[in-house]
């Protein structure tokens, strides 16, 4: 039993960009002063829906807000439409990152 590997396994996401706060949580360590979830305004769990609906079953924003309107039927239709036009918004902004090809040499004309 290693006491730091439940540490970091339980710890939030974050990108520690932000230097520590010099709080300290009921557990002696520190806090840290931005989260993942945070910073992106939406949850994981959130981003797995939206991930698998644009992904998996290729969905847009207009697709996506009638199948999530009906899943997270407890959060008002304009809240959905929030979320969802946020999510695109840093689809978007952030896509060029998912289409590089890493640089290789073919010595075929084909390459699977």
Known sequence: ???????????????????????????????????????????YKELTHYGRLRKLSRCGPVEMFKKLVHVWN?????????KIKLFFRYYAMNRHKMCTITPAYHAEGYSP
């Not at 710890?11 to 230097?19: F, M, N, S």
């Not at 407890?74 to 929030?82: F, R, T």
């Open 1 to 43: 039993d290693v006491p730091v590997l439940s540490e970091v396994a339980n710890a939030e996401p974050t990108a520690e960009l932000r230097p520590i706060s010099s709080s300290s949580n009921d557990q002696g360590t520190a806090d840290h002063s931005q989260t993942d979830e945070e910073d992106m305004g939406m949850s």
């Open 74 to 82: 407890d959060i008002a239709p304009d809240v959905v439409a929030a």
